[in-house]
């Protein structure tokens, strides 16, 4: 017996032949005892044989007995598991089902090691909460907070330990349909909702039996695809992958994220998968980080592909040493490394750092004391969309939406009208709002639009429905229907946009138009001279210039969950008032991608009276909706920017005072933004960046005066060296209402030389 057993009372009695389920507890329920955790963790290695520790490495997608989304298709594999073979699932759901894999595991294998059980838990997973875009237009990271907590007691109950979420990537391109799954094109923003999210998930307490483990993924730079076509090549800089990709990630680590998943993509010749600079020299070396990595779903095996490995055993050896924990379905680990290790091509020391790292994880979720606290089906009867859970989602959907157009104070609509006629297929359709990653969510749970209406008008309020158009069919033959109806009615609820499928993984699209023949819908409809209110659902911006220029008023809803219609009802008819924001800038034409409003100035800043500047031929230059903007049935006025000084030091911080005044007649939100602009840098820097917001609900009347205090740290980027740093000189503070509205003042950081700025995750 080594040492290390023979020291501990878990190894004993587990040689003795008992589950170590039933191990008094050698767990904190914190996580501050590193030391008895890398005791445990070294004690359970040396007992290891090579085959036990690939085993702990390797995730199939399904157990051959139950499946949840995304596959699960593979044969039982009870055999494997008792060999030890497997050491997590995903895409197996179920308190009984997972109870029973893991009984398999703890009882039945030779080192009685639990199993982690993983999914795809996204926006909810019973309660289906607004897609993660929509959530981000809240600005405000507390909503994802509580989204992602209710997600994880419902998952936890149903036998999940760990949701691959929040997916934290940057997106700047809404052709890529896995822009919908992340918080849009700002780091700032970014990096607040993947903290907000990881705090959500995992809770206060990673051990109870109401947490989940979350996953940032994709590392990194996955949304910077080429043409916006998912899984294609991101080539960004070192310096664009620091300043603009990483930072969600970091926000995600410094929350405590228990996992990463690597990226599908390479960035600059080498894919993620294989990429030790990012996976360790960054990840490990730089950040500390001492979570697992998971590969993405066949990622190892993919690098075959990608030209970098001749075959599975080098695909594999590349892999491990990147520093890819954990093998997501290709079950390359635990086929290959064996031979490659005899071979003297995969390095032991690497394998078994990934199975600390696999142990560790487990053992930060309360696996080893308590593995089937997570799998309880009595609470999974019962902790499944409560009243509660739906309540926030409808609170989640009011706070989501955006209001982008509303000419002559046409919204809110009266509850009283004689006839609302609500047209477009989507309108009906209980399944798109739920989105494109509903996990669990059931189509008879969610609240279409149409039913949200007809619950909230009142009685003497006759409500029609036409579908007119529908986004996946170019035929045109229901639009003549929709107007006979539209022309009885006193208002039009036109709801059009984009099936949920057409967002999410594998679904880029090539322009960023209304698909179908939706477009022809709103002409014909706007024909009649009725007055229109546009509902947009989307996974993505969309490019509705002719909307914009035609319809009345325009609101932006993404997909919002099962509390959809009624959320979109309340706004509608003026129970709660829009106050969310554009998360990501929206271009007029697809040919204006990628736009983004934390841009460079160039050389040849666009004017449109100077012919040789940075602009379009044939279309302006600008958005057609900022970074940041978003309407209300109320009016603000926000001041400019009061400084508490026009000169600081490296180690003062400076307040920035402004004032919000409601000049309207309702309550309502408006999200105050602040920017920074470093005017002139050792390289070139954005012409502005979002460092503060926030989100603030005023009477009508009232005004407000909120402080920001900024310090050196929202000055830092990475200078011509790669340095971190802030460097002195000049900044333009703009606050506003977005990005574009804004007004300014000055400061200056005074010194001579750069300020080191390390990255560290307190302020
Ligand atoms: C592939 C996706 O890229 C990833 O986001 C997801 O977590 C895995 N499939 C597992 O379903």
Redesign the pocket.
């Known amino acids: 017996m080594s040492t290390p057993w023979s020291l501990s009372a878990v190894a004993l009695i587990a040689l003795a032949g008992a589950p170590l389920a039933a191990l008094p507890a050698q767990q904190p329920a914190r996580l501050t005892n590193r030391a008895a955790e890398t005791r445990f963790v070294d004690s359970i290695l040396a007992r290891m044989t090579l085959a036990e520790k690939l085993g702990q490495l390797n995730q199939p997608?399904g157990a051959g007995i139950a499946t949840g989304?995304?596959?699960g298709e593979r044969a039982t594999r009870m055999a494997d598991l008792r060999r030890g073979g497997i050491g997590s699932f995903?895409?197996v759901v179920g308190a009984d089902t997972t109870r029973a894999l893991q009984r398999i595991a703890v009882e039945e294998t030779r080192l009685h090691i639990p199993l982690v059980f993983?999914?795809?838990v996204i926006h909810g997973f019973r309660t289906v909460f607004p897609v993660p875009l929509g959530e981000a237009a809240s600005f405000d990271p507390s909503l994802a907070e509580r989204a992602a907590r209710i997600a994880a007691t419902e998952a936890a109950a149903a036998g999940i330990d760990w949701t691959?979420?929040p997916?934290v990537d940057i997106a700047r391109d809404p052709r890529w349909g896995?822009i919908v799954?992340g918080a849009g094109e700002d780091p700032y923003l970014g990096a607040l909702f993947a903290a907000a999210r990881v705090r959500g998930f995992q809770g206060k307490d990673l051990t109870a039996s109401d947490a989940i483990a979350a996953?940032a993924?994709?590392f990194a730079a996955y949304g910077a695809a080429e043409g916006g076509r998912d899984y294609n090549v991101a080539d960004v800089s070192e310096r664009t992958l620091r300043d603009v990709y990483l930072p969600p990630f970091y926000g995600a680590a410094c929350a405590g994220a228990a996992t990463f998943?690597a990226?599908?993509n390479e960035i600059a010749g080498v894919p993620s998968h294989a990429n030790r600079h990012l996976l360790t020299d960054i990840l490990r070396n730089e950040w500390n980080y001492d979570g697992m990595v998971v590969s993405?779903?066949t990622g190892v095996w993919e690098l075959i592909n990608h030209g970098v490995a001749a075959d599975s055993a080098q695909a594999a050896e590349l892999a491990i040493h990147a520093g890819v924990d954990m093998d997501?379905v290709s079950e390359l680990y635990v086929r290959k490394l064996a031979a490659s290790v005899a071979a003297g091509r995969a390095r032991q020391a690497d394998i078994d750092e990934a199975v600390r790292r696999v142990l560790r994880f487990k053992y930060r979720l309360g696996l080893f004391k308590a593995p089937y606290a997570r799998r309880d089906a009595a609470r999974e009867r019962t902790a499944m969309l409560t009243p509660a859970s739906r309540a926030a989602a409808r609170e989640a959907a009011r706070r989501s939406i955006v209001l982008l157009k509303n000419e002559q104070s046409t919204l809110p609509l009266r509850k009283d009208l004689g006839t609302v006629a609500v047209i477009g297929a989507l309108a009906a359709d209980s399944n798109v709002v739920l989105g494109n990653w509903g996990a669990l969510g059931r189509r008879e749970d969610a609240v279409p639009v149409l039913d949200g209406i007809r619950r909230a008008v009142s009685s003497r309020t006759t409500v029609t429905y036409a579908a007119g158009a529908n986004p996946t069919s170019s035929d045109t033959t229901g639009i003549a229907e929709a107007v006979r109806v539209a022309r009885a009615a006193d208002v039009i609820v036109l709801v059009i946009g984009e099936t949920a499928d057409m967002s999410a993984?594998a679904e880029s699209r090539s322009t960023l138009d209304l698909p179908g023949a939706q477009q022809q819908l709103a002409n014909a409809l706007h024909a009649t001279g009725k007055p229109i209110v546009v509902v947009l659902m989307n996974g993505r911006p969309l490019a509705i210039d002719r909307l914009q220029e035609t319809m009345p008023a325009i609101l932006e809803t993404w997909f919002l969950g099962v509390e959809a219609g009624n959320g979109i009802a309340d706004v509608l008819f003026g129970d709660a008032n829009p106050g969310g924001k554009m998360p990501v800038t929206t271009p007029r034409v697809v040919g204006q991608v990628p736009i983004y409003y934390d841009h460079k100035n160039t050389g040849r800043p666009p004017d449109p009276a100077v012919k040789w500047t940075s602009k379009y031929w044939d279309i302006p230059f600008t958005p057609l909706y900022p970074f940041g903007f978003g309407l209300s049935y109320t009016t603000f006025t926000i001041g400019a920017p009061r400084l508490s000084a026009t000169t600081i030091g490296s180690a003062d911080s400076l307040r920035v005072a402004v004032d919000v005044t409601n000049t309207g007649t309702r309550a309502g939100d408006e999200v105050v933004q602040l920017y920074v602009r470093d005017d002139v840098g050792s390289v070139t820097r954005p012409v502005m960046q979002l460092r503060r917001f926030q989100r603030l609900t005023l009477a009508p009347g009232e005004r407000r005066t909120i402080t920001f205090t900024l310090s050196v740290r929202d000055l830092a980027f990475y200078d011509l060296a790669m340095r971190r740093v802030a460097e002195p000189g000049t900044f333009h503070v703009f606050v506003g209402p977005n990005s574009r509205d804004v007004q300014s003042a000055t400061f200056t950081l005074r010194g001579t030389r750069s300020i080191p700025v390390p990255d560290k995750c307190s302020p």
Request: aromatic residues 12%.
């Open positions: 997608s989304p995304g596959g995903l895409n993983g999914l795809d691959f979420a997916m896995r799954e996953t993924k994709h998943m990226s599908f993405d779903y997501m993984e």
